[in-house]
Structure formats: structure tokens, C-alpha cells
């Protein structure tokens, strides 16, 4: 392929698992790690990465740029980008939410240099010491292009599609759209599940719960710092979606043991079993 | 022990299994399984159980009484069993909800006779197919004493304990309060997050997901006979639990992206980090 060069701008565990699975594919040229120096060592022991350098340095000779930061953080460095991005070298991110940051590389950098996405695939466990080559196979990867495929953004997807990622396509609204009802929504009941037990104050409550509190409460577990700009740059969507959420409950709470609960139960049961047909192996 | 003749009504996953794990404490007397001739058929072949019979001629012969039936079944169970329930005999029941249990049992059955229990334990297969002997190790078993221990409660509690299983005592009351919040709830937020997915009716919603979006609605798998008598009989308690849960969501929705949004993913992740420490390993 054409890209000799590549920058990874954040190497935690998404950014590392693309230079690993970048490896994977038969790579063998450089990957600039741009990241704090704890990130750097450690993505280099992993061989995620084989160099670093600055933002500045790293755009003079990437053909790839590849952000993986936290969505607020990547509203950062997008502007940051302007002066030092070189024609021809494709931009693209892994942040979780599309609409500000496409909004974000519109204003800021020239017309057909950036390719919106987000990897549908993640782990407990984050930071580079926990990068899997392998974290893209079998998982979703969706692009948000707003014009013509570029040779880059065709190099770009050919990488993807090595990797074992299945490539969707949609605009960065529609997955703003589907996200908050799929990932966003179920992060929020988790967390409001947990800080509802907290919050209750009675001993028991952390003490007599069975495996389900426990699947229940796993995403809870996520880092506030990830979530609270994941929340801010889709807040019309996710408030939607809640307002939805809060409805069904609502109605539950109306008819608990009624016939309206079996079939709220019955639509559910229906939908749960409906997305496992569909669902990739799990790891 | 005194026990000679067990006779468990209902013989599917939670009566085969208390079954199987009965005779691993190297009980050596009758089973006598009272259920449908399917799960009598099933039950015999995987010796959770050693006879059939109907529920009167049990009662002639039966030390202990396992009800191991959904709640709305135990309570219709309970009342035919005050004529023919023998002096000395010992009822239990399973139910996933106490307070209306122990009220029937007390308005129909001899003081003394009846102990109310629930098993925390369970798994996504139902029916006697499903049992296992080990079903109740290192898993809390609830116990709602109403007064002081007769000698077949004696012998009850340590069969529990030949199973492995953790006894705990509360009231009926603490148990129905507890289980609104680490299990009930949990089972509707799983459901309504299935149901406002499929409300929705976009198709990528049943798309475009990660493995949160399965951990989540794995509850919602649940089948809606048995949850239709537990929300009944629980009514009060997951009314509250409810309106606990969406006042939390509220407030959520109220500063999405903000520092209060924050403070509440905080609370939540050291509660969901609290309760793995106490959980007991996962089977």
C-alpha cells in the first residue's frame, strides 16, 4: 500500500491494539506514537509503536494519522493539526461519538483529508499493556466518509478489512442516532442502577444480589473521564433516549404483574434474543 | 438426620437441583417429586428425584416440603396442603419473593411448620434438563425465620450447609425490600432497555452494538410467567425502586457532560467495585 508511515495519537488500549493489528496485517513500516511518555514506553515494550515523537514532528511524515484519544481530547488536537498536515495524508479517529468531531475537522482541515470512525470493540481493561492484535476482528467498524472515497481513505479501508473488521458505513447523525440508544443508554442505566444502590444506604443491598446485579453493573465500571464528553457531544440523542427509557419504566411501573408487563417483557425477550442472532462471537 | 421422605413440589431447575444436591450430601431417603409428568419424567432420569406422587399422598409420607414452584404457584400450593400436612413436617418454599409467601403460609398452615427461603442462585437454562447439584455452592441462600428454630428447622439448615450453600437470615420484609433493588430492578432495567430498542424500530439499533449492549439485556432473555407473580407480589418496593432509578436517570439527563454527571458515574463505579469484592466467584 501506499502508506509508508503512520501516527498513532493516543496509545491506550485502542491506539495500541491498531499498531498491533497494523503489525498483524504485514506492516512493516514506521508507527510514530504521539502520547504522554508512560503511554510511550509502554506502547513501545508492546511494539504497538516504533518510534515518537510531537504532534508537530509526526505530521511532517505521516501518510495516516490516527487519533485515538478521548472524544474531548481529540476536539483538541484536530485544531492543533491545521497548519502541519501535509496533502495527502489521510486523518481519521476512533473517538465515540461522530457528530462534533466531524463538525470539528470540517471547520479546521481542508475538504477530504479526514475519514470520521469509530471501532465498535473494547475491553475491560484499559492503557496500552491491555492492546490485542486481534481487538477488531469479527467487530464492527464504522466510517462516516462525507464525499467520494479518496486513494487514502481506499488504503485506509483495505487496512480495516486485514485487520478482520467489518466496515458499516453511515453518516456521523445516524450513528450519533444509534449509539445513544446501543451504547450511551445502556452505560447510563448501568451507572443509574449502581448509584441507585448506593445511594440507599442499606448494608444488604451490596450483600444479597445474585449474577445479574452483577452483569448489570459491569459497565458502571467505566472511567467518568471517558463518558462525561462521550455524554456532552451527544447530549440531544442520549436525553432522547432516556426520556424513552424513563417512558418504559414508567408504563411498568403502572401495571407491575399485569398483563401490559408480560407483554413489555414478552417485546423485550424478543429483541434480546433477536440482537444474539446477530451478534459476533464474543472474546 | 430425622428427615427420611423430602417431597419437592415443582421439579424444575430449582427443585431438580436442590434434588441433586441433596442426594451429594449422601442423603440416602425417598424424593418424592410432585410436578407435571414431564418434569416428573425428566427429574427421574437425572435422579433429582426417586418417586412421583400427588401432592396429598406426599404429604402422608413427607418430612420436608421443598416448594420450588414460581410464586404465584406456591400460593396457590399453600392452601391445599392445610388438611393433609402431617404434625412435625417441615414446609420450605424457594420463591423469589417473601412477604406474601409467609402470609399465606401463616393464614393456612400450623405455626411453626413453614419456613420461608430463596435461593440467590439460578442460571439462563430453566427445567429439571437444567439441574444441578452444585447449584447452591458459595451461593447466599435467604432464610425468613418467623420464630424460634423447631428441630426440623435445625435439619433443614443443615442440609443447606451440606450443600454449601451461605445461609442468611432476614424478615420477609428485608428480603422483599433487598431483592427490589439488587434483583427486581435490574430485571426491569434490562427489559425496558430491550423494549425502547425495539420501540424504537430503527434496524440499525439491532445492529450496531458491543458486548455492553449484550451484558444488558441478558436479564431481559427472562421469561415473563415467572417475573408476572414476583412484580405482583413485590409491588410497593419496585414502585419505590423504580421511582429511585428514574430520579437518578433525571438527573443524569439534567447535566449530561457536566461535573454532576461525574459525580454520579463516581458513586456508581465504587459501588460496582464494592460488590465484586463481596460476590462469590461466578460459576
Known sequence: MAMETVAIVGVGLIGGSFGLALRKTGFAGEIIGVSSPAAIAAGLKRSAISSAASLDLALIRADLVYLAQ???????TIPLM???????????DAGSTKGAIVACAEAHLRAGCFLGGHPI??????????????????RLYVLTP???????????RTILSA?????????????DHTLAYTSHLPQLLSTALAATLAHDGDIR???VFGSGLLDMTRLALSSPELWTSILRTNKREVEAAIDAVVQVLIGLKANL?????????????????????????KP
Chains 1, 2 share one sequence.
Open 70 to 76: 478521548p472524544v474531548d481530547r481529540i476536539l483538541e
Open 163 to 175: 485487520m478482520g473488521a467489518h466496515v458499516m458505513e453511515m453518516s456521523p447523525e445516524e450513528h
Open 257 to 281: 404483574g399485569e398483563s401490559e408487563t408480560a407483554n413489555t417483557f414478552e417485546q423485550a425477550t424478543a429483541f434480546a434474543a433477536s440482537i444474539r442472532k446477530r451478534a459476533p462471537a
Open 205 to 207: 443491598l451490596s450483600q
Open 121 to 138: 470493540a473494547g475491553k475491560e481493561q484499559r492503557g496500552p499493556d491491555a492492546a490485542d492484535a486481534d481487538l477488531f476482528r469479527n
Open 82 to 92: 491545521a497548519a502541519g498536515l501535509r496533502q495527502g495524508t489521510l486523518v481519521t
Open 146 to 156: 462525507r464525499g467520494p472515497d479518496t486513494p487514502q481513505i481506499g488504503d485506509f
